[in-house]
């Protein structure tokens, strides 16, 4: 248990570090609110800080387990703590990122207020609703949104995006009678949508 807990918290702090490299600024940014950036030169690509987010890791008590639709809720009437269908996820590892590729605009094509971003997420995990809570770090899936945003104005944008899951492991496969076959949680979906930001998110201080 304190094994898996340390490794755990390694790879966070490493991706954490990582991302703090990319993105690293002189003033605190809220980075999932786009930030048009106001290029020192005439360069045409990759402005000062060209890619920015965050990194998130999570650790889920027992009893409150995320249930990514995968298996029935009595799956352990099928094995009991051994059932093959524990989609039930104890840690999960995620973040976003966002890519400003263009610095400035090219022409009247206000290129600078394109991005693109990433969502992932990952759950890890076996555990059985009544029958087994395990420290396991076994992988479920990965589902991510990938999308391309506008920004419109500094405190609205237009979003344009596709989310997809895929299984991991043991679950590329059939697992019984209380697999459920699903697509993963929310499915595989696409979809246009707008944001507005209020108050000081996504403001620089």
Known sequence: MKTKLIVLLAF????ARASCCLGQTGQE?????????QPASD???FPKNVVRGFTEAGYLPSHNEADLGRCASWTGAYGGAAAPCAAFGRYFLGGYAEFQPF???LGPLPLHRVFLFLEPRAFFGR???RFNYSASFAPINFERTVGII????????VRIWQHQNDWLGRYGHSLGPADLGTSGPYGMYAGISTRWYFGSWGRQH
């Open 12 to 15: 966070y702090l490493l991706v």
């Open 29 to 37: 940014v809220y980075p999932a609110a786009p930030i048009v950036s």
């Open 127 to 129: 555990n059985i609703p």
């Open 150 to 157: 506008i920004a419109v104005r500094r405190n609205l944008d």
């Open 103 to 105: 610095a400035r605009k």
């Open 43 to 45: 360069r045409l690509f």
